[in-house]
């Protein structure tokens, strides 16, 4: 049984470059949330995807946007990038109940030059 | 005020120890509460749920005081391999907060 994935592991961007990120939940997981975590710092809620409809989002601007596709998959799009983007990235999923436990991926390092 | 916050630490304990950390959290609709732990320059894993009633996990015990708004962890007989960041989440309305973490050092 699979894990959250995703890709890639590591990424290097100059400012002003868009970029993609790709996660694939747990099996049985329906809902995909995204997390931003800078050196030192606790994950930032970004958002969440629940039948491919954003149902939640944090304090991130609009450069942030995201996608869910039918089969549940996930991507993360950040446009703009500025240097302070430079971050772990991390997708969780989950089953679609309130309060239910989140699984996390490996996460993509994002740096930002 | 920050939805979670943590006392980052480092908490650095010999093996064997005692080391108990809290977490506060400022919305009281919060439902659902969470100890994770990470490792350097891995993914958060699940560590436990917290219960209303508190509950264990072989050596780690989890509390919830509503009426305070804070959690707590306490880890027994400390182990090398307990070393680690402790992240509290809360969940409302879908959506965690994570706090920043405590760190936790166990040495020999």
Known sequence: DAGVTQSPTHLI???GQQVTLRCSPKSGH???????????????????YYEEEERQRGNFPD??????FPNYSSELNVNAL????SALYLCASSAPVMGETQYFGPGTRLLVL | RKEVEQDPGPFNVPEGATVAFNCTYSNSASQSF?????DCRKEPKLLMSVYSSGNEDGRFTAQLNRASQYISLLIRDSKLSDSAT????????YKLSFGAG?????RA
């Not at chain 1, 500025?82 to 983007?85: A, E, K, R, T, V």
């Not at chain 2, 969470?34 to 990470?38: E, K, N």
């Open chain 1, 63 to 68: 450069r942030f946007s995201g996608h869910q």
């Open chain 1, 30 to 48: 329906d809902t995909v949330s995204w997390y931003q975590q800078a050196l030192g710092q606790g994950p930032q809620f970004i958002f969440q």
């Open chain 2, 102 to 106: 405590t760190t936790v050092t166990v």
């Open chain 2, 34 to 38: 969470f100890w994770y732990r990470q």
């Open chain 2, 86 to 93: 402790y992240l509290c989440v809360v969940i409302g309305d």
């Open chain 1, 13 to 15: 961007k100059t400012r």
């Open chain 1, 82 to 85: 500025l240097l302070g983007d």
